[in-house]
């Protein structure tokens, strides 16, 4: 399925707007911060997040830890890292932390969480996952029905995320949404979860109606 984009929006050659996964993160996180940081160009200043800046330090170091058995394990035949793939002729982009080719014809994305496995997948992390695959899809025409997060605050535990049409479509109907805040500047409703405002760089300005 192809993304929509407004024909104002999308040049002969490259596209004025151009979907990552970190705005499809951002939004996961509150609609509002897409709203605030796309719509209004209300810089977020990273830095000063603390959770945000302690996983970029970790990042790398994690990454380079990358577990040897993983190529057994899953049965790898070819591996690439640091991948930048764009789709939907440049509509949508992101770097992929690993993309892993199997024995059995298909694709899988990989990432690198510093977090903690708590015996459930994040929804953010399972959406960023779809969107990389959407990538591999449409990059290298192969079947990707799976992809994997490596938890490294859970000594590096290795989960598979099962992939299936669904998934695809909710994540196209995520999508739209977001389009519908920054293409239209629509005013979105807060995320539902109150805890998160307290490390939104946005909460003096926001009207927390929940």
């Known amino acids: 399925m192809e993304f929509e984009f407004d024909d104002d929006l999308v040049q002969d050659e490259e596209p ?20 605030f940081e796309k719509v209004l160009y209300i810089p977020e200043h990273q830095e000063k997040r603390f959770k945000v800046q302690q996983g970029r330090d970790v990042h790398e170091k994690v990454r380079n830890m990358n577990p040897g058995y993983l190529r057994k394990k899953l049965n790898v035949v070819e591996k690439q890292s640091d991948v930048y793939l764009s789709g ?21 994305p990989l990432d690198y969480k510093y977090a903690e496995y ?10 960023q996952l779809l969107f990389y695959a959407r990538l591999i899809q449409e990059n290298f025409d ?7 997060v490596v938890y490294s605050r859970s000594k590096n535990k290795l989960v598979e995320i099962p992939m299936r049409e669904k998934d695809f479509q909710d ?4 999508i739209g949404e977001i389009l519908m805040v920054i293409q ?12 998160r405002c307290a490390d939104c760089c946005y909460a003096n300005i926001c009207e927390k109606v929940i």
Do not use: M, W
Request: net charge positive; with cysteine; charged share 25%.
């Open 16 to 35: 004025e707007f151009s979907l990552t996964a970190s705005y499809l993160l951002e939004y996961l996180f509150c609609p509002r911060f897409t709203y």
């Open 88 to 108: 939907g002729s440049g509509a949508f982009r992101g770097i992929i932390d690993e993309i892993l080719f199997l024995d059995d014809g298909c694709a899988a």
């Open 118 to 127: 708590k015996q459930r997948t994040f929804k953010n992390h399972r959406f």
């Open 142 to 148: 192969v079947p990707v029905n799976r992809g994997f």
């Open 171 to 174: 994540l196209d109907k995520i």
């Open 184 to 195: 239209k500047c629509r005013y979105p409703d807060p995320t539902p979860y109150k805890q």
